[in-house]
């Protein structure tokens, strides 16, 4: 489960964060545009608007069979199988339209039931043939990432249309202020190095590195320690 974001970002302003989250509210620099807590009733529009926001990300494009059934089983699986029933996606919303949204997972989410329970979606997405090579490398980002607890960004996009407008930043807010408030670390994953400066305004460094595959991508660990 790693984090890709395709669209750099701008400081934000104030922008309204809908749900349990008890700090002041904020909105993004653009009017009518808002941050809230996803719902199940959201989820086909939030899958949507993460797959053309994925379009292109170097992580999914490897992870994920060159099908666009694969893509969505790995979005599928990202949102309905683990964030959603968590209570942790958060999405902006301009209108009546959804413009972009970030998967949370918090701590001690991956555990030995979830990983049986997830497998079947695993190999929709990756394939029979490379879930052992797939498998792998998860195991190598896992252990690079701070034991638990700690949270982790799986999943946050923008549409091309509504990028560099301080949707991005704001869309990570609610998942870094809640670990803040339990003291725990945020860790994520991303394979396109022109995403790294997004995530070290955010107070991310890079801890870790690999190929994805023989000549393939490389990848980056990302944590941001509590403050």
Not at 18 to 27: D, F, N, Q, V
Not at 115 to 142: Q, Y
């Amino acid at each position: 489960e790693a984090t890709r974001r395709s669209s750099e970002a701008r400081p934000i302003e104030r922008e309204w964060f809908m749900g349990a989250l008890s700090s002041p509210p904020r909105t993004v620099n653009q009017p009518g545009t808002h941050i809230e807590r996803g719902a199940t009733a959201d989820a086909e529009t939030i899958a949507e608007t993460l797959l053309a926001a994925l379009d292109a990300d170097p992580f999914v494009r490897w992870l994920a069979r060159p099908t666009p059934r694969a893509r969505e089983a790995y979005v599928a699986l990202m949102l309905e199988g683990l964030a959603l029933p968590r209570g942790q996606v958060w999405l902006a919303r301009d209108g009546d339209a959804i413009v972009g949204a970030s998967l949370w997972a918090p701590p001690h989410t991956f555990g030995l039931g979830d990983t049986f329970r997830l497998l079947p979606r695993m190999l929709e997405v990756v394939g029979f043939r490379r879930l052992s090579a797939v498998g792998k490398v998860l195991d190598a980002i896992e252990r690079d990432r701070p034991p638990e607890p700690r949270w982790l960004l799986t999943l946050v996009g923008v549409v091309p249309e509504r990028r560099g407008r301080g949707i991005g930043a704001a869309l990570l807010e609610p998942g870094i202020r809640q670990a803040d408030a339990e003291g725990a670390a945020v860790a994520l994953e991303t394979a396109d190095r022109r995403n790294l400066p997004f995530y070290e305004r955010a107070g991310f460094a890079v801890t870790a590195s690999r190929s994805l595959a023989p000549g393939g991508p490389e990848s980056f660990t990302l944590v941001r320690p509590p403050s």
